[in-house]
């Protein structure tokens, strides 16, 4: 007998990557008694971007019974967002948000909000396969899998599982092995970001809470205060146009802080706590969400943009809505993955769509930073923002594209 058949292991679901997809899912999962075990290729804790939450993931972190583990973080509470353009000024507050829901959540270090999900996880009675690489897999007829993975030792194992959850981010793993990357219909862009002290920052509330910058329709950039009083500070925008300025990529990332009027002379003579990051090319897309088997979370599934910070929102609710299926259809009820998965996914992303697509041709943009007040609409867009983008009774919800561009359209 060879050592991979030594080292065989049933599970009934097992879950690619241990973020906040892949914890949520495993967390509901266990609490609904299905066996369930996590493999990660990382070795936590680990850094990954994606540092502001928006309130509804809120509410699929208290279903999977991991909230209380973050609030005792001491993580930058998040009660709302400022945009800025030149001397323009918006301000979005969940408090004031047409969706009922949460008023709150929170700006993290994902290094240590993923370790403290992981380990809650963990505290559940989840394994959690560190440092392991999914090889191969293979589907049967009848759904099951057999998944190859090497582990710490290099040696190969075979885990058996009724069910696979792909919540492995950007490393997309069933994408790749089961050739369903499809690319995204958004241009490339590229973001540029780093960690500084930020001794100068601002104090009361614009010093706490997230600021959205518009430098140009093409360009924007984000300010995310952290509770240890550093900030995470990146620009966003076509990939050519990152490339705006020479010299070293710390020069460079200067460079950029210092062209923006209200970042001017913040952050200068702060120490940048590691060298400037560039992703390029992060919009991805897939063919479908979910077969024979098999499902996909998080941004396994599709990643836009990070200017609305939907990321950690549709990862968790993806999970949380997988690992319900899953617990249906592992009971020998009936699921409709293409409605009940597919469809309501896809819905809420298309919100998301709608608006970052808007951001960038200016319209979403207009309505953002007008002075004709609608209380009412702007409750609505808030919603939106706070992630609550599956509330059909909400206008920019339900009409999402007509709504925006028709606001858009009668303003001066």
Known sequence: MSQEENNRIKVDVLIIGAGPSGTVAASILKNNGIDVRIVEKEVFPRFVIGESLLPHCMENLKEAGLLDAIEGMNFQKKYGAKFVRNNEVSDFNFSNQFTEGWTYTWQV???????????????????????????????????????????????????????????????????????????SDFPPRTAFFAHLNDRNRPTGVDG????????????????????????????????????????????QYISWLEDVPCLKGRFVKEDILFEPKKIAGYSASVKKLYGKGFVLTGNSTEFLDPVFSSGVTLATESAATAARLITKALKGEEVNWEEDYSAYLKRGVDVFRTFVSTWYDGSLQKIIYTTESNMEMKRQICSVLAGYVWDQKNPFVKQHARAVKALANVLK
């Open 109 to 183: 270090k994902r290094a240590e909000f993923d370790l403290a999900l992981a380990n809650e996880t963990q505290k559940k009675g989840v394994v959690i396969d560190f440092n392991t690489t999914v090889k191969e897999v293979k589907i049967h007829e009848d759904g099951s899998s057999e998944i190859t993975v090497i582990g710490p030792d290099g040696n190969n194992s075979v885990i058996e599982a009724k069910f696979i959850v792909d919540g492995s981010g950007y490393g997309r793993v069933l994408p790749r092995l089961l050739e369903l990357e499809e690319p």
């Open 208 to 251: 706490n809470r997230i600021t959205i910058i518009t430098y140009s329709n093409e360009v924007w950039l984000w300010v995310i205060p952290f509770s240890d009083s550093t900030t995470s500070v990146g620009v966003v925008g076509r990939s050519e146009l990152i490339e705006k300025f020479t010299g070293s990529s710390a020069e």
